[in-house]
């Protein structure tokens, strides 16, 4: 499963996920339950309106890339990168991501036992 950052107000389920990146930069930017963290704690410090939508990556249909972070990290991890948008078939769960009093960690839903 590849992972996507998205707020409760412009996630639609039932339609296809997409990103303001999508146009900026071509791609829909995802993570994996290894790096989630880190984008979000970047970009999302604070926020309390935000969903962890997990999807699968068998089921899109366009194309799916693993590069660098965006901006690169020297040294730094790949990330799943999304070339248009998210089919909903590919949206298998939606997950309440508030931050913790660390910064964002998975929700216990998707944390492995």
Sequence with gaps: M???????????????????????????????PGTVHLPADRLYAGRTDLLLLEVDPAKLDVPLRWEPGSPPIPGGPWFPHVYGPIPAAAVVAAHDFPPGPDGFTLPPSLQQG
């Excluded at 412009?10 to 900026?24: D, I, M, N």
């Design 2 to 32: 590849i992972l996507h950052i998205t707020d409760r107000a412009t996630y639609r389920p039932g339609e296809p996920v997409t990103a303001p990146s999508l146009e900026t930069e071509g791609f829909v930017h995802c993570s994996d």
